[in-house]
């Protein structure tokens, strides 16, 4: 079927027996619903990936257990806590000396962690050395007797203290005046005062 149509002084003539709009539509209707459908199936396809990231994160970070350790009152006086801390025990990669030198230097930065993985630590080892340290160290009078850590199954991975002060200048400023009594109180002892009197001073001075 063709169509006449004068233009300009011109005859032409449009052949529209060959073309099927109608077709042609459903070709770009079903065009269009198959980029759909590969966008739906690559957006599923990121989805997933994205779970699967979060599932690998939430993995690594459950290796790790978290444990609370506090002294309780009948504990606070146990002679175990006063005693040195040992220097024979050798743990898994470094001897405890290494570990009280390197508590005490977290502790007096006030730090929020320490890193003691390199050690092994069980949960009763790191509290019976733990609270050793600080009744060895009476200018940690700002570190509370108790302790958050993390563990594995081979062994505590890291120390969270519990500060009671973390303003540096304050316990600086305490510390200094705490000094200045100990010397005070060390200038009135004298070389024929008996053991109790030495500790009376100290008590009451």
């Known amino acids: ?37 590969i966008r739906k199936k690559i957006f599923i396809m990121l989805c997933f990936a994205f779970l699967c990231t979060v599932g690998i994160s939430v993995h690594v970070q459950a290796d790790s257990d978290i444990g609370v350790t506090e002294l309780s009152e009948d504990e606070r006086y146990n ?12 743990t898994r990669m470094a001897s405890m000396d290494s570990f009280e030198n390197k508590v005490v230097t977290a502790l007096q930065k006030l730090e929020k962690k320490i890193d003691i993985s390199e050690y092994g630590l069980s949960e009763k080892e790191l509290k019976t050395a733990y609270f050793q340290i600080l009744n060895d160290h009476p200018e940690f ?29 304050q316990i600086h400023e305490i510390q200094g005046k705490m000094d200045a009594a100990v010397n005070e109180a060390i200038s009135c002892i004298s070389d024929d005062m008996e053991d109790y ?7 009451t001075g």
């Open 79 to 90: 002679p175990e806590y006063y005693k040195p801390i040992s220097r024979r025990a050798k």
């Open 197 to 203: 009197e030495k500790a009376w001073l100290f008590m």
């Open 141 to 169: 009078f700002y570190v509370e007797t108790k302790y958050s850590y993390s563990y594995n199954d081979k062994g505590i991975v890291s120390i969270t203290p519990v500060y009671s002060m973390e303003d540096e200048q």
């Open 1 to 37: 079927m063709s169509r006449k149509i004068e233009f300009c002084g011109q005859i032409f003539l449009w052949n529209i027996t060959g073309y099927d709009y109608k077709k042609e539509r459903e070709s770009v209707e079903m065009k269009k619903k198959a980029m759909q459908e």
